[in-house]
């Protein structure tokens, strides 16, 4: 099982790390994380660098494509060469997957035309404008080869479905404990209806602001 | 608020990336990823690298310092220097903070003597050789500057508990929306108590033959 994450400058780290943490461990897995130059990239507040093993137009095919989100996806939204690889490798692959606004530039490669799909909750209407369905779903599948998380910690919820429709979910379930993912939120929280409206506000004025 | 994340050889990518990506969101973060060397530090699997900016020697003080876990504890939790500066530092944090097997360099460097705390499910029971007392708790604070966190993905409940302590409830409830923590598990599971006996087994098999 040959597993690429995509990077970019200023990706957001939990995006791609959730589902590597819990893709890596499938049975015979081997994991690149590449982007366009090889080496450090760093992450949307630029506070951690990830290393970018491999060049991105080295990678012709693989079973899995991941693609994070994070406030760099706006640029690779608008790359035609970005767009034009995703297309390419997308044949190719089991399946692609995205993570928060990484569904962005899936959509942006025309591959949600059509299609549910999700992203961050504050983009998640934009998705309309490249002819996809927005849904409120934690993730999707989408079609048979699409699978598609919500905002920044759902890739980790993605990833485990994920090993269960690949693998079964005997093995789901003990990577979901490998990982000890019995989650307990301190506050019923985490989604725009679930979020008290001063804290709403409060969220959408730092967004606007760049945060 | 200058936030150290301590990362070595080995180490648990999410362990480290969980409290990261809430406690980046703090107002006025600062955080520095730090290595007995700089340069690009390997996880547990060996597939992914994660940049140390900094020489951990060099950081002789910090508000918040936290410690991964990983299979590369082993080492460190014997490493005379390694315990030396975890003490060190420890003495001018705020907060120090560990998330999975981390807990182990802690205890090894007497931090948690007396106290309740907890580790990776398969490790919880070695704490006591420590002086720790286990907790089945998911993260636990401990005295008024500890907070422990159980396996892996943990550190992400620790992380808004600690905001909250932190900044207060508010706060804690915008990050937790900023990163879309609404957590929908495709099982309920993730602990030992949860997982059906024969994927017990398994996860047992897989952890004793070093996976």
Redesign the interface.
């Known amino acids: 099982m040959d597993i690429v994450f995509l990077l970019f400058d200023r990706f957001?780290?939990?995006d791609a790390?959730?589902p590597?943490?819990v893709l890596?461990r499938l049975p015979g897995a081997?994991?690149?994380?590449v982007a366009a130059e090889p080496g450090?990239i760093r992450t949307d507040?630029g506070?951690?660098?990830?290393?970018a093993?491999g060049r991105r137009d080295d990678v012709e095919r693989c079973d899995i494509l991941v693609v994070p989100g994070g406030k760099g996806t706006r640029a690779l939204e608008a790359d035609p060469a970005t767009l034009e690889w995703i297309r390419k490798v997308h044949a190719t692959t089991k399946w692609t997957v995205s993570v928060?606004t990484g569904s962005m530039i899936l959509a942006a490669a025309g591959l949600l035309e059509g299609k549910e799909a999700t992203t961050?909750?504050s983009r998640l209407e934009e998705l309309a404008e490249h002819g996809a369905t927005p849904t409120q779903a934690?993730y999707v599948f989408a079609g048979d080869r699409l699978a598609i998380a919500?905002?920044?910690?759902?890739g980790?919820?993605l990833g485990?479905?994920l090993v269960?429709r690949i693998a079964g979910?005997?093995l789901?379930?003990?990577i979901?404990?490998?990982?000890?993912?019995?989650?307990?939120?301190?506050?019923d929280?985490?989604?725009?209806d679930?979020?008290?409206a001063?804290?709403?506000a409060?969220?959408r004025a730092?967004l606007a602001a760049g945060a």
Request: aromatic content about 10%.
């Open positions: 957001t780290a939990l790390i959730g590597y943490e890596s081997k994991v690149r994380f450090v507040n506070f951690l660098g990830v290393q093993d928060c961050h909750w934690r919500a905002g920044v910690s759902a980790i919820d485990l479905a269960a979910e005997d789901a379930r003990g979901q404990l490998g990982v000890e993912y019995d989650p307990q939120p301190p506050f929280g985490g989604s725009v679930k979020t008290p001063p804290v709403l409060m969220v730092a």
